[in-house]
């Protein structure tokens, strides 16, 4: 008798959004899973400059997953005062890399970390993903990240994960914690 599932060989695009923390450490999460079966992953963040204990753990997993950062920090929060055509010129440069990267077939995971809110941002443009994900390879899974998720991506999308904020520290004055936030 035939199933009616498909065999897990085509590449699946995944999308974790929403307001609520979690959606980069889902991603890691993948990706330390994937390092356990030797894949070779590549990770570019959008819009983070800072250092980050991903940065540090993420070295540990080497030579399976390599990770990137891209654009000049978020635009507007924290100390941002580049002016928004430097932010675009360096997520230009981030898209390029990464479209490169994605359309080479040499990595079987590549997360494109904060890259959802590129798009909201209007640092990346939406058609710019779409034809990102049209040009991956057939097998190669791509995950995409951040805040303000649109509809028309999660059309694209195979798996749509919604961060949902119940509750923050930070609502109690709590600032980020290392190796918890960052």
Known sequence: MKSKFQEA???LVIVYTGEGKGKTT????????????KKKVLIVQFGKQWFTGEIEGVKKLSPYVKLVQGGLGFIGIFDDHAPFEEHLKAAHATYTYL???AVSGKWDIIVADEIVGAIA???VEFEQVKRL?????????LVL?????QKELFELADL?????QIKHPYQQGILAKEGIDY
């Open 9 to 11: 060989k085509k590449g």
């Open 26 to 37: 889902a991603a890691l999460g993948l990706v330390l899973r994937a390092a356990g079966y």
């Open 99 to 101: 479209y490169k990267e």
């Open 121 to 123: 941002g209007k640092v």
């Open 133 to 141: 994900i049209q040009d991956k390879p057939t097998q190669m899974d």
């Open 145 to 149: 990240t951040g805040h303000h998720g």
């Open 160 to 164: 749509v994960t919604e961060m949902v």
